[in-house]
């Protein structure tokens, strides 16, 4: 049996300061950081993900950072299965484990279950993934209106799977959502079901505006540009999932001479704001957060402070 220490869940926006604080909040509560990021899985994708640094991971342990490369597939349920062992080794040394991160899906399956949805098949994602995307958003419309009206449009992988469901079971998606079972939800003595201590971080759309800009410019400078080749010589380009992180997408654009390398640091920004707003709406809609507002006056170390007084609390209240 491993000790009844509750888990902390640390959620928010791209840029907001997530990373500093939890490392800060770590060393303050005894804690390591299990990494709710649905690309910093991926060995290589370091500059554009905004991943940990090496002496930033040598002051904290982290887990679930650079556990497949480039070519793998990852998804929630591959995170539940990692995710899980991880928490309980860090209670087994005594230390709290924080999960941070800004993907919420990954939270929702941890801590609701996967349910019991169809497995994917490969030859149908093959072919909704050749398939033009108007095509697939009327095809969802007729036949699953409500999901059409929900569903992230800028995200394909999402209408890939709601379809993929649908055709594999002639049920709309939306139904079988509210039908699945939480059959993985955690439900043992040594966590609580609910999480007593789950904390979002916010600022003002200007605040976080400037800190994005400033952290785009700063990974183009650090050499996002040619970390992009590096991985498309490793594959990159084969893996949708991966595909999908905000930057390398763009950059292989511009390696391709589709936009010159200011318009494509401009897209990339555009391409971040508009990530972090369906994060806050995300998180805003499907999650029982206790917000904190930052300022930029705030340190990482008085927001840890912060946080670790209110964990703390909530910690002894549920003990």
């Known amino acids: 049996m491993t000790p009844r220490i509750p888990p902390l869940f640390l959620a928010g926006p791209t840029a907001v300061g997530k990373s500093a604080i939890a490392i800060r909040l770590s060393e303050t509560i005894g804690g390591e950081i299990i ?39 990852f998804d929630a349920a591959r995170f539940v299965q990692l995710a899980r062992p991880a928490m309980d080794e860090i209670r087994a040394r005594g230390c709290v484990p924080i999960f941070c991160g800004g993907t919420g899906l990954y939270f929702k399956v941890f801590l609701e279950g996967l349910g019991h949805a169809p497995p994917a098949d490969p030859a149908l994602r093959a072919e909704l993934e050749h398939t033009p995307l108007p095509e697939l958003l009327k095809e969802l419309e007729r036949r699953d209106p ?6 992230d449009r800028q995200n394909p992988r999402r209408i890939f799977r709601a379809l993929e469901v649908i055709r594999l079971t002639g049920k709309p998606f939306s139904e079988q959502r509210a039908e699945w079972k939480h059959g993985d939800r955690i439900t043992d003595s040594t966590v609580n079901p609910e999480p007593s201590a789950f904390f979002g971080l916010t600022r003002l759309a200007e605040d976080l505006r400037a800190r994005i800009d400033i952290r785009v410019n700063r990974m183009f400078e650090r050499g996002l540009v040619s970390e992009t080749e590096q991985l498309l010589a490793l594959g990159l380009a084969r893996n949708r999932t991966a595909m999908q992180a905000i930057g390398y997408r763009q950059v292989a654009e511009y390696l391709r001479g589709e936009r010159s390398l200011a318009e494509t640091i401009d897209l990339v920004k555009l391409r971040t704001r508009q990530f972090a707003k369906r994060q806050m709406t995300w998180f805003r809609r499907q999650a029982q ?26 910690s002894q209240r549920d003990l």
């Open 146 to 151: 409500i999901t059409f009206k929900k569903i």
């Open 289 to 314: 957060l206790e917000w904190v507002n930052l300022t930029p006056e705030d340190s990482s170390g008085k927001i840890a402070g912060h946080l670790a007084q209110a964990y703390l609390t909530k």
């Open 35 to 73: 990494s709710v990021d649905s690309m910093q899985v991926y060995r290589g994708l370091d500059i554009g993900t905004a991943k940990p640094s090496t002496a930033e991971q040598e002051r904290v342990t982290h887990h679930l950072i650079d556990v497949v490369d480039v070519t793998e597939a």
